[in-house]
Nanobody, 126 residues
Framework: QVQLEESGGGLVQPGGSLRLSCSVFGRASGTAALGWFRQASGKEREFLAA????????YYADSVTGRFVISGDSAKNTVYLHMTSLKPEDTAIYYC???????????????????WGQGTQVTVSS
């Protein structure tokens, strides 16, 4: 069974940057991609970015394109989300998740993922 653990969240001022990490443990066979989502209070879980486990294909939500970058370190079984130009509306709990799907449409939906981390809080405030 695969386990995911996020880290790197915290309090940051508007305009600042953060790097979130997601470490993958356990039985990762069958993993096609890793993705990042967020959920703000009272809102639905929102897709942010996804990266294929093998290869360099990445996908982004329009709301974060140009500000967030997803990257991976296969040697460390870790995927990162580099966030810049943060805004108060980026405040949310950020989750990473594992998908067995290869299609872009599946990777853009929370239902396309079968394992989730516990989440890490990101607060953007002055």
């Amino acid at each position: 069974q695969v386990q995911l653990e996020e880290s790197g969240g915290g309090l940051v001022q508007p305009g600042g940057s953060l790097r979130l990490s997601c470490s993958v443990f356990g039985r990762a066979s069958g993993t096609a991609a890793l993705g990042w989502f967020r959920q703000a209070s009272g809102k639905e879980r929102e897709f942010l970015a996804a990266k294929m486990w093998s290869g360099d294909y990445t996908y982004y939500a329009d709301s974060v394109t140009g500000r967030f970058v997803i990257s991976g370190d296969s040697a460390k079984n870790t995927v990162y989300l580099h966030m810049t130009s943060l805004k108060p509306e980026d405040t949310a709990i950020y989750y990473c998740a594992r998908s067995r799907a290869f299609s872009e449409s599946a990777l853009r939906r929370a239902t396309g993922y079968d394992s989730w981390g516990q989440g890490t809080q990101v607060t953007v405030s002055s």
